[in-house]
């Protein structure tokens, strides 16, 4: 079948496209359950605490970016590592990308089909999500980067949906105490690995240096896309914990999601409903990249990185990836473990890929300069 230049290299972008993708990239699936596990008012420091060390990591891939390798891509990679250890590399990097679309979409799925469509098949749900997710996919890695655009238009005013539960005489203030823990909680552990894997995603821009310019100097839009991260998640946790209070918290499901329910307009009563079609831009964005990062590892795996994607490759990656992930949906989470296995797998995939990745990419560049 004929080519489609999937990879194609027109133009480059600029920090404002770092700070987009780095912010709607932290704000996916994890942060609809966070309130329920993190609970106790006190977990606030820990969303500050463990988004100040996020910082580190964003400071290393900003030196990764700097290096003369990032913006070579492909050829960049082969340069400091050599093709095998590449191959290597893009197999370990297919099944953290495999675990983590799989969970972001059937994730998205359930949420669709629990709120806004509960009597339409999830396996139509399913496959209308990941279809258009792969006709973005289809146009280019340039034109999905430039897509970041109207998902972050489309999504990052609906913060504002909360500003009323910060208000009496839905707040209640006596529900953010303790704000000092006032005994030892085992649990507060388990809550900032959650916060750790939630702010996760940045370390993907590494498979995408080479559409970034050179000559930007790229930590301070991800250090602000950072930061608004943080402010949304404790404005998002906070407004869970005025709202629900500590003991019904950890008893409700999807409670950012909950909570707008019960909020109404005169023309429009289902705001819910709103704000989780809305976010349907925002999710096909990130399953469109992922998408691609998951051919592009396959090209590599298979030898054919150097040589012009094919319609039919891309076609048949894609029809594979959809047939797992239905595997995946069919024997075991419908039988219950979405709750369990496959989310906590995903957390403990993401804390390591965002602790490791920029680590390992900056000790390589360094160990290279010194060979």
């Known amino acids: ?14 920090g404002k496209y770092i700070f987009l993708i780095v912010n709607r990239l932290q ?18 420091w820990a969303i500050i605490i463990v988004g100040i060390i996020s910082n580190i990591n964003l400071l290393l891939l900003a030196k990764w970016f700097a290096s003369p390798y990032a913006s070579k891509g492909y050829i960049g990679f082969v340069e400091l590592f050599g093709e095998r250890k590449v191959r290597l590399f893009s197999f370990i990097g297919m ?4 675990v983590k679309i799989t969970v972001t ?20 749900l399913l496959a209308c ?6 006709y973005l996919a289809v146009k280019g890695m340039e034109k999905t980067i430039r897509f970041i655009f109207i998902a972050y238009l489309c999504s990052f005013w609906l913060i504002v949906l909360y500003i009323p539960f910060f208000l009496p005489p839905i707040a209640s203030i006596h529900d953010l105490y303790p704000i000092i823990p006032i005994e030892r909680d085992e649990g507060i552990w388990k809550g900032m690995l959650l916060i750790w894997a939630s702010l996760s995603g940045p370390e993907y821009l590494i498979c995408i240096g080479a559409w970034f310019s050179p000559r930007d100097k790229l930590l301070k839009p991800m250090a602000i896309g950072n930061a608004l991260t943080i402010v ?10 005025l709202y629900f209070g500590q003991e019904y918290l950890r008893k409700s499901s999807y409670p950012v999601i909950n909570m707008v329910r019960y909020l109404q307009l005169p023309i429009f009563e289902r705001l819910d409903i709103m704000m989780i079609c809305i976010h349907f831009f925002h999710y ?9 990062l998951f051919y592009g590892s396959l090209r590599i795996i298979a030898g054919k990185a150097k040589k012009p994607a094919s319609r039919s490759g891309f076609i048949a990656s894609f ?14 989470w419908k039988s219950g473990t979405q709750g369990h296995f496959w989310p906590v797998l995903q957390a403990c995939f993401a804390a390591v890929s965002f602790l490791a990745v920029p680590v390992f990419m900056v000790a390589a560049v360094r160990i290279k300069g010194r060979a």
């Open 1 to 14: 079948m004929s080519e489609i230049s999937l990879f194609q290299r027109d133009s480059t972008f600029g």
């Open 27 to 44: 704000m996916l699936y994890f942060v609809l359950l966070m309130p329920q596990y993190l609970v106790h008012p006190y977990m606030v």
């Open 95 to 98: 099944l953290f990308i495999f």
């Open 105 to 124: 979409t059937l994730g998205y799925t359930e949420i669709i089909h629990q709120f806004v469509l509960p009597s339409f098949q999830r396996e139509w």
């Open 129 to 134: 999500l990941f279809a258009v997710g792969c």
């Open 232 to 241: 949304e998640y404790l404005a998002l946790f906070i407004a869970s914990t």
């Open 284 to 292: 096909v964005f990130a399953i469109a990249m992922l998408i691609l």
């Open 319 to 332: 029809m594979v990836l959809f047939l797992c992930m239905l595997i995946v949906y069919h024997w075991f």
